[in-house]
């Protein structure tokens, strides 16, 4: 059914004016109250890669999980949209040797390194991308652990009846109170099951990721090894000049958020003081991610939960918009900035 055009998150200006308008839904949970909301924050959407922490929180979950030795970048790999480093294929591999499968039973399809350095050298060498590049394929080898500890076949695993992923399935009905025949998936980029979610679901389900004590108890381990993995190694999360890796840096321990295709970026705060648990979602409408690089980093100091001068964080706060010489030719401004309801000019 059509919908209502969302509210602006961010106004693009080349010189002083506007050239582009990003609009979006988000929602901002502390403990369990709504303090901030706009758009259509019951929409169901895609979370895409948002959802690789719950897709492998069963096994992280599981009671053998140490048996695999996995240090904290490789447990990170498992949940990462990573951008295809040697560092980062190196912890692919790892999985993949304690799944006992090959490169060859990924069946997330290649890309190219998302990092730049990477692509270059990949090229250079006379090489060409594989499935291992591509930046979902530590969550596929985590699936083919998942299915390696439930005894199900490492063929067939993204179906969404394979019992890897009707794990998954159940896992967020239960988790969102919403029934599983309402969970019907689309087919994620690299082609995993992609189960469609509010963002008043997701912003909780990041809160409570955060806050373990939140979950039920057999999760709460599972919880525990994703928040440490992710804030001890924020590298392989994503990577260089990455958003997720930025935030997770400048959090100090307290921050977890992950991003999904298509403008989708979930955050979950730990309790800390006389503040309550948090949980943000936000979908930007036309997909863009540079719009919620921008609003985020600025609806969090808004929300005094990072400073507008962290180091990490500063460059996706200024919102500079550089052209190939890198020269500042604009800048985007969200509606958490001071300046946002100024008169620019319009084209």
Known sequence: MPHDAPPVLCRVLRGEYVESVH??????????????AGGSIERFVYPRSALKPFQLLPHFAWEGFESHGFDASTRAILFASHSGDESHIERVDRVLRAAHAGRSALACGPHDPLDRQARIALYASGGESEPIHNNCSGKHAGFLLSARRLGAPLDGYLLPEHPVQVEV?????????????????????????NWPLPLTALARLFRD?????????????????????????????????????ALLSAGGGRIFGKCGAEGVFAIGVRAYGARPPIGIAMKVEDGNKRAYEKALGALLAACRILERTDGDLAPFLAGALRNTRG??????????DEDFDRDYERL
Request: negative net charge; glycine residues 12%.
């Open 327 to 336: 020269l500042v030719v604009g800048r985007s401004v969200s509606r958490w």
């Open 23 to 36: 609009r979006g839904s988000w929602v901002v949970y502390e403990g369990d109250e709504i303090v901030d």
């Open 209 to 245: 990721l955060a806050n373990p004590e939140r979950l039920p108890e057999r999760l709460r381990a599972g919880a525990d090894r994703i928040l440490g993995a992710a804030i001890a190694e924020p590298h392989f999360i994503a990577g260089r000049g990455r958003f997720d890796t």
């Open 169 to 193: 399935r159940d896992l967020l009905s239960e988790l969102t109170e919403i029934s599983p025949a309402r969970l019907v998936p689309g087919v994620d980029g690299c082609g995993a099951p």
